[in-house]
T-cell receptor, first 112, second 115 residues
């Protein structure tokens, strides 16, 4: 069974640009969550999608958004990038909401 | 809101020695508790979880953890560490009401293995 796949693995952007990150969950998993990991703030919850609906959202500005498609694949978008958005963005999937999470290897974003 | 505290930022252990990583949680009801491990440049791998029942849970790679409600703790243990255990370890929780705030992670403990 393939694990959680995130693309791209690494990317570099400049301030003001926007970025879209993709996540393919484990087959059969309907819940996809996104987390931001930085050295200063650690791991922070961004949002969770379940059956194409955003169920929960963390404390991040509106520049951070996401969506989930009918095949459970998810994308997150960050607009008007700031230097502080440089981070490892982790996607996790689970069979049900509030279930065991399986993480991808992450997308490392560097904002210059 | 729930919180997780990992008091030790770094821990150094000799290969073959025993290991205990501390985790304290703050939550009124019975929490769901997890330990994850992250190797450099990688995502997080679940080591073990506690939802209910037996308070001593066994995980992968020879790890175990004990839930102690009286101490609000969920410490991770391993009787004999291997050099490959060097990594970052995260304790995490979310409430049994559905994880409205997602997983709440501790700041992590960096494990260093001495030869």
């Amino acid at each position: 069974k393939a694990g959680v796949t995130q693309t791209p693995r690494y990317l570099i952007k400049t301030r003001g640009q926007q970025v879209t990150l993709s996540c393919s969950p484990i087959s059969g998993h309907r819940s996809v969550s996104w987390y931001q990991q930085t050295p200063g703030q650690g791991l922070q919850f961004l949002f969770e999608y379940f059956s194409e609906t955003q169920r929960n959202k963390g404390n991040f500005p509106g520049r951070f958004s996401g969506r989930q498609f009918s095949n459970s694949r998810s994308e997150m978008n960050v607009s008007t990038l700031e230097l502080g958005d440089s981070a490892l963005y982790l996607c996790a999937s689970s069979f049900q909401q509030a279930g065991e999470l399986f993480f991808g290897e992450g997308s490392r974003l560097t904002v210059l | 809101a729930q919180s997780v505290t990992q008091p030790d930022i770094h821990i150094t252990v000799s290969e073959g020695a025993s290991l205990e990583l501390r985790c304290n949680y703050s939550y009124g009801a019975t929490p769901y508790l997890f330990w994850y491990v992250q190797s450099p440049g990688q995502g997080l791998q679940l080591l073990l979880k506690y939802f209910s029942g037996d308070t001593l849970v066994q995980g992968i790679k020879g790890f175990e953890a004990e839930f102690k409600r009286s101490q609000s703790s969920f410490n991770l243990r391993k009787p004999s560490v291997h050099w490959s255990d060097a990594a970052e370890y995260f304790c995490a929780t979310f409430n049994s009401g559905g994880g409205a705030d997602g997983l709440t992670f501790g700041k992590g403990t960096h494990l260093i293995i001495q030869p």
